[in-house]
């Protein structure tokens, strides 16, 4: 049987009534537009849209564009905002790092280095205590010495002290040996002058029988730091 | 036999020769295209209960096209066209799923 309906299967396709090839070409057909219609259908062509659906696409385009743009216009002022507070900050951060350098050379936790004088003192009769050490840096103090160490051991701060102890004198702890060495940082010219003055320094050391020089620098490089202790009782204010 | 060879044809001529759907045409295809599927799914459903008759489908054919298409002309003139063509596609749609489930019977007798 099979085969038999085989063989009238290709009897058939040989000689085809023209109803079969008129069905033939119409399924064809079909097959041919759903070819063309769905490849056709893969480009973004807007030519097979009608014209009330365009206008509908258009209106929705035109508001998906005004949302983005109004998206834009907040995203572009929260971006101004940060890059300004950025900005700002950044300005902030470079005072406040130039102020801790400032404090930080008085507080004596940094180095300095700047024009100024060094004072050598030799007290061979050791007649030189810590009041008249005190006196001399309270003078170079007043002539505007903006760091001063001695024997570039001892940076002298706010908080240095002075005392005898068993025939040397200790600054801020430390022990200093004669002969003393102070250098300062500040204007060279007020600092020799405020050493150099009738009754200064220089004419007191004179007197205890030692002698001091002056020597004024271009540059005078202090390493030493002082110790520096976190108050305990003084809070700050505000 | 001939219409499948008919159906590898006209496929093959597609991708072949991927002509652009004229603009004219372009709004008209696919309903004319789900009309024609509605008559070749009822011609299977035929040739499954054994009255296949080439003239009706032909007839068949022809006529749900070129009426297809005429009703989205119509549609379009009177400002419906994409509303008149979801009805029909509705239709045709209805009319393919109750010939595909006759013929899903027959088949599998569920």
Do not use: C
């Not at chain 1, 090839?21 to 056709?40: D, E, H, K, P, R």
């Not at chain 1, 103090?141 to 002075?162: K, L, P, S």
């Not at chain 2, 789900?34 to 009706?56: K, M």
């Amino acid at each position: 049987m099979p085969e038999h309906g085989a063989r009238r299967g290709w009897r058939d396709l040989l000689r085809p009534k023209a109803s079969q090839v008129v069905v033939a070409v119409l399924i064809g057909a079909l097959a041919f537009a759903i070819t063309i219609q769905v490849s056709g259908s893969d480009d973004d062509d807007y030519s097979g849209v009608r014209g009330d659906e365009l206008v509908e696409l258009l209106k929705s385009l035109d508001v998906a564009n005004e949302r983005l743009g109004t998206q834009i216009d907040d995203l572009t002022t929260t971006r101004n905002g940060l890059l300004s507070s950025t900005q700002r900050s950044e300005r902030a951060e470079k005072q406040a790092r130039k102020r801790a350098d400032e404090l930080s050379i008085l507080a004596g936790t940094a180095g300095a280095t700047g024009t100024g004088i060094e004072v050598v003192i030799n007290d061979p009769d050791k007649q030189i205590d810590a009041p008249a050490l005190l006196d001399a840096i309270e003078e170079l103090r007043d002539a505007g010495a903006e760091a001063i160490a001695i024997n570039g051991v001892a940076r002298v701060v706010a908080q240095t002290y002075f005392l005898d102890d068993d025939g040397q004198i200790r600054v801020g702890g430390r022990e200093i040996k004669r002969p003393y060495r102070i250098e300062a940082i500040g204007d060279s010219q007020d600092l020799a002058e405020a050493v150099r003055f009738r009754g200064g320094l220089i004419d007191r050391v004179d007197n205890r029988g030692g002698s001091a020089t002056v020597t004024e620098k271009d540059k005078v490089t202090i390493t030493a730091l002082a110790d520096v202790k976190s108050p305990e009782y003084a809070r700050p204010t505000s | 036999m001939i219409p499948v060879i008919g159906l590898a044809v006209g496929i093959i001529a597609g991708l072949v020769l991927r002509p652009a759907v004229p603009a004219g045409l372009q709004p008209y295809l696919p309903i004319a295209i789900v009309a024609a599927l509605d008559a070749v799914i009822g011609a299977l459903r035929a040739l499954g209960e054994r009255r296949f008759d080439d003239r009706v489908f032909v007839v068949s054919f022809i006529s749900n096209v070129v009426i297809a298409a005429f009703m989205v002309y119509l549609g379009d003139q009177l400002g419906v066209g994409s509303q008149l063509s979801t009805g029909v596609v509705v239709v045709l749609g209805i009319r393919i799923f109750s010939n595909a489930a006759a013929i899903r019977r027959r088949i599998f007798h569920a």
